[in-house]
């Protein structure tokens, strides 16, 4: 199998101020560990998207503000989030990595895609920049793939809560978004009785997972709560928000993922769309060593190879599982949904 790995040196030049935790470091270690694979990868540098493109998921005005903003120089829109003069240029380039990935895939090029982008884009909603991201670069790639008939499911692995990419497709009956994430935790949505609204009441699937948490919880929650509404959508297509911060090690975070558990993730979505319809966008993971392992873990799982993963590291909180897989049903029945047993 073979996976696409797109990425930019002018992502290195988004600036978000010193000592920030979302920095060019990040791109830069991942980089220096592509070279383990021997072969499967295949290289490519995205091109910007355009504005229409950022326009059919932001409205105009606020992406004009953001065009502004960086032409003055820069600043912080939020306390998390700051800009340079380059980071609207940056962005562009950033959301443009899932357009040529599906432009690449579907022209057989390879089996799956990896775009390791900076900014990231999942708190990025409709009209407000937020959490270290400008434009909502996997709503952007999934908005065109809605365009042309396709079914996307976007699986959020992220310790944070992808508000933004919930609150672009809540409404949408094209997209199932999927959702595990450390709760309480930043930005603070992502209840469990989020489900969608209209005609796509039931395709929003929030796993908020309390501190401590393990990767093999995560990956029997979603069997038992995603499942059965993953197999009923029949996605055509996988966007993944791949974030990394909930490794064990992340400073932002209090999960107690391994990079195993992010390959056992990934191994586990790919069942649910043919190949060469997947793409893995990175989101957060900020301890560095976590990133790079968790990276070589997602990408090998992408390329279908073996990994030898701990057996002792996938404990799972049963009862954790039960009681979330209860109260999500219980919340579709106050809907009038009654699911099938997972």
């Not at 592509?34 to 490519?44: A, K, N, S, Y």
């Not at 980071?87 to 775009?115: H, K, M, P, T, W």
Request: charged share 20%.
């Amino acid at each position: 199998m073979t996976v696409l790995f797109g990425t930019h040196p002018e992502y290195l030049e988004h600036d978000t101020g010193l000592f920030h935790p979302e920095s060019a470091s990040r791109l830069e270690v991942i980089m220096s560990v592509l070279d383990r694979f021997e072969d499967g990868i295949v290289r490519f540098r995205p091109s910007p998207a355009s504005t229409d493109a950022i326009t059919r998921v932001h409205r105009a005005a606020h992406v004009a503000e953001i065009r502004q903003l960086c032409l003055m120089g820069g600043g912080p829109i939020d306390a998390d989030t700051q800009v340079g003069y380059q980071s609207y240029d940056i962005a562009l380039l950033a959301a443009g990595a899932g357009l040529d990935a599906i432009s690449r895939l579907e022209q057989g090029e390879a089996d799956a895609a990896f775009v390791a982008v900076r900014p990231p884009g999942h708190h990025a909603t409709a009209d407000t920049s937020m959490g270290f991201c400008l434009f909502n670069n996997i709503a952007v790639a999934a908005q065109r793939l809605i365009e042309k008939g396709e079914r996307v499911l976007i699986l959020d692995i992220d310790a944070h809560h992808g508000n933004g990419t919930q609150d672009i497709f809540y409404e949408n009956a094209s997209v199932l978004y999927v959702s595990t994430h450390q709760h309480p935790l930043y930005p603070g949505t992502g209840k469990i009785f989020e489900l969608g609204a209209g005609d796509a009441t039931g395709l929003t699937v929030n796993i908020p997972l309390p501190p401590r948490s393990t990767g093999g919880t995560a990956l029997s929650a979603l069997e038992a709560i995603a499942a059965s509404t993953i197999v009923t959508f029949a996605p055509t297509w996988l966007l993944i928000s791949a974030g990394f911060d909930g490794h064990q090690a992340d400073p932002l975070t209090d999960l107690g993922f391994t990079a195993d558990d992010y390959y056992r993730i990934t191994a586990w979505a790919l069942q649910y769309v043919p190949k060469g319809r997947t793409i893995a966008f990175l989101e957060g993971g900020y301890d560095l060593e976590a990133l790079a392992e968790s990276t070589i873990a997602a990408l090998e799982a992408l390329l279908g190879l073996s990994r030898r993963t701990d057996p002792f590291g996938n404990h799972v909180e049963t009862n954790l599982v039960t009681t979330l897989a209860q109260m999500r049903r219980s919340a579709l029945r106050a809907q009038g949904i009654d699911l099938p047993p997972a």
